[in-house]
């Protein structure tokens, strides 16, 4: 990436907008891979850490900005302590698959092997079409058969009511950012998923995924939880007016 594609695109990721009316409905342009060593930091806006060209005024932090880190009791509600902050590779294959992939899920997975579930929203049970009222989710106890092998389990400690991301009280699963207002969602990011195999530098636009954000990313690592798909038309840019 040139000094003057980062200067396009860097204030572009600090805010989580694009430059383009819409990314469905017709062919887009697509380059790889994505600079990541280069866009890191604007990413990490929505964990109240700054770096220019991002500012709190234009790209400010989420409502909630503790990390959910694998290792360090953050995911304190996994019953096995996660191996690592993602789901363990499937290395039996050329494609890019986790051992969830492969269906069934490879004989040995181990509930450590998921890495940590469900802090942004509860898994729920498929309907057609989308429930006004929202999709019922599974309860912990589901897991088991959510999950099988490794048949991962969630403690007591895991909140009844929603999920860790928006969880309070004893069960410290919500950091506010000490310094600015924080908007909820802001850790989660709306991709495009695309048709594949994709082959140039055009390609098609199947849905638009949600994923949240666990952690900070680094130069080399965006981890985030899949959290469902979104209908373009919801998604509205956030406007505001300065004196």
């Known amino acids: 990436m040139s ?5 396009t695109v ?10 383009i009316a819409r990314v469905t409905g017709g062919p887009i342009s697509v380059s790889s891979p994505f600079p990541l060593d280069k866009l890191y930091l604007q990413l990490n806006s929505r964990f109240d850490s700054y770096t220019a060209p991002c500012s709190p005024e234009t790209a400010p932090p989420d409502k909630n900005v503790k990390q959910y880190t694998y290792n360090d009791g953050s995911v304190s509600w996994m019953g096995a302590v996660p191996e690592g902050q ?8 050329s494609k890019r698959w986790t051992v969830t992939g492969p269906d ?20 729920v049970k498929y309907a057609s079409p989308a429930p006004a009222a929202g999709y019922t ?3 912990t106890s589901d897991w088991k058969n959510l999950y099988d092998p490794g048949k ?13 991301y928006l969880g309070t009280g004893s069960f410290s699963v919500h950091t506010k950012s000490p310094t ?26 199947k849905g638009i995924g949600r994923f949240f954000m666990t952690v900070q990313a680094d130069q080399t690592h ?13 998604l509205r840019t956030q406007v505001k007016i300065y004196r």
Do not use: M
Not at 105 to 117: D, E, F, N, R, V
Not at 183 to 205: E, H, I, T, Y
């Open 3 to 7: 000094a003057d594609d980062f200067d």
């Open 104 to 123: 069934p899920i490879p004989s040995g997975t181990t509930a450590a092997q998921y890495g940590p579930l469900w802090a942004y929203a509860k898994a």
């Open 86 to 93: 993602a789901v363990k590779l499937y290395e039996e294959t």
């Open 222 to 234: 965006l981890y985030a939880e899949f959290a469902g798909l979104v209908d373009e038309q919801t």
């Open 152 to 164: 991962p389990s969630a403690t007591s400690s895991y909140p009844t009511s929603t999920a860790p």
């Open 137 to 139: 989710p599974y309860t």
């Open 180 to 205: 600015h207002p924080g908007v909820r969602d802001r850790r989660v990011l709306n991709l495009a998923l695309l048709s594949c195999p994709v082959s140039g530098s055009k390609a098609d636009v």
């Open 10 to 19: 860097a204030p572009f990721v600090c805010t989580g907008t694009l430059g």
